[in-house]
């Protein structure tokens, strides 16, 4: 099992800029992969980016490619999301999760993923 646990949310304006990191902790391999997720009031959870552990290949949702860029320092063991040029309509709690896959895909289905942290709340204003 995994423990994350997010931080770096917060309220912003639009075109602002915010960095989101995640602490992880317990049984991370090499071939884990971990990704970030939202979810809005009244929406489902939803893909945002996802990175694998070892190799450090990335995939991004279309709403935010060219904005975000996930990474991890995996001496310190903690995910990031570098996120700029905020939109309201990026107003979400933000997740953290893990999962070990067979095979290179990264997942974007949230059911896919076993672990998860508390989230971080970032709200964008207009």
């Known amino acids: 099992q995994v423990r994350l646990v997010e931080s770096g949310g917060g309220l912003v304006q639009a075109g602002d800029s915010l960095r989101l990191s995640c602490a992880a902790s317990?049984?991370?391999?090499?071939?884990?992969?971990l990704g970030w997720f939202r979810q809005a009031p009244e929406k489902e959870r939803e893909f945002v980016a996802a990175?694998?552990?070892?190799?450090?290949?990335?995939r991004y949702a279309d709403s935010v490619k060219g904005r975000c860029t996930i990474s991890r320092d995996n001496a310190q063991n903690t995910l990031y999301l570098q996120m700029n040029s905020l939109k309201p309509e990026d107003s979400a709690v933000y997740y953290c999760?893990?999962?070990?896959?067979?095979?290179?895909?990264?997942?974007?289905?949230?059911?896919?993923?076993?672990?998860w942290g508390q989230g971080t709340q970032v709200s964008v204003s207009s």
């Open positions: 999760a893990a999962g070990n896959f067979v095979g290179v895909e990264l997942r974007t289905m949230p059911d896919e993923y076993r672990d």
């Open positions: 317990g049984r991370i391999f090499f071939a884990s992969t």
């Open positions: 990175i694998s552990w070892g190799v450090g290949r990335t």
